[in-house]
């Protein structure tokens, strides 16, 4: 499915560079940093959500959503950033946040427990790289219909 999608992207004229791993595990994303070095682009786009009630969330909830989509933010943003940084390589970070980020909505605890941290990892990326000629920025998607949300 990974070489699929980049084929399709790749069809489109776009370059891209696919590097399998597990974005919530460390020792997976320094292959990605390694990755944007010669695209000079690196966007932070993986992540999970579950819609439980505020009484029903987990431990294993709150670890797993954390995981792969705050930590998931943070290392990607310091690979790439690193990556950047050493190659002298005026590039561009992107981090998929989320509009609840700045506003709650019920049964969304995941979304909320992750999304203002993801912005707090642009902001402050983005004040100490903008020195290196990086830009770091991030969107914040309303609700859309995706595999994410069991669609
Ligand atoms: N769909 C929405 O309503 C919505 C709203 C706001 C933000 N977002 C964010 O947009 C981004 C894309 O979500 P989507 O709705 O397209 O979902 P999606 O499920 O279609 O895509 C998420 C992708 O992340 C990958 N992924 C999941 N865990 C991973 C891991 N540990 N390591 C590497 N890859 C992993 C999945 O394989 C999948 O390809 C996510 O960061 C999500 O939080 C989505």
């Known amino acids: 499915m990974l070489a699929a999608t980049a084929d ?28 944007v070095r010669p695209s000079r682009r690196a966007v932070q786009v993986a992540g999970i959500a579950d819609f439980l009630p505020f009484l029903d969330v987990t431990d294993e909830s709150w670890e797993r959503i954390l995981g792969v989509n705050l930590k998931g ?14 190659a002298g390589t005026r590039g561009a970070i992107v981090v ?10 019920p049964e969304a605890f995941a979304t909320t427990r992750r999304s203002p941290g993801q912005v707090a990892v642009m902001h402050t990326a983005a ?5 290196h000629g990086i830009r770091v920025n ?7 219909n995706t595999r994410s949300r069991g669609l």
């Open 8 to 35: 399709s992207i790749r069809a489109t004229g776009a370059r891209v560079e696919a590097v399998a791993g597990d974005v919530s595990r460390r020792d997976d994303v320094p292959e990605s940093g390694r990755a």
């Open 73 to 86: 933010t943070w290392y990607l943003v310091q690979e790439a950033g690193r990556a950047m940084v050493n």
């Open 96 to 105: 998929t946040s989320s509009t609840n980020a700045f506003s709650r909505r």
């Open 127 to 131: 004040l100490e790289l903008s020195r």
């Open 138 to 144: 991030a969107i914040a998607p309303g609700i859309i």
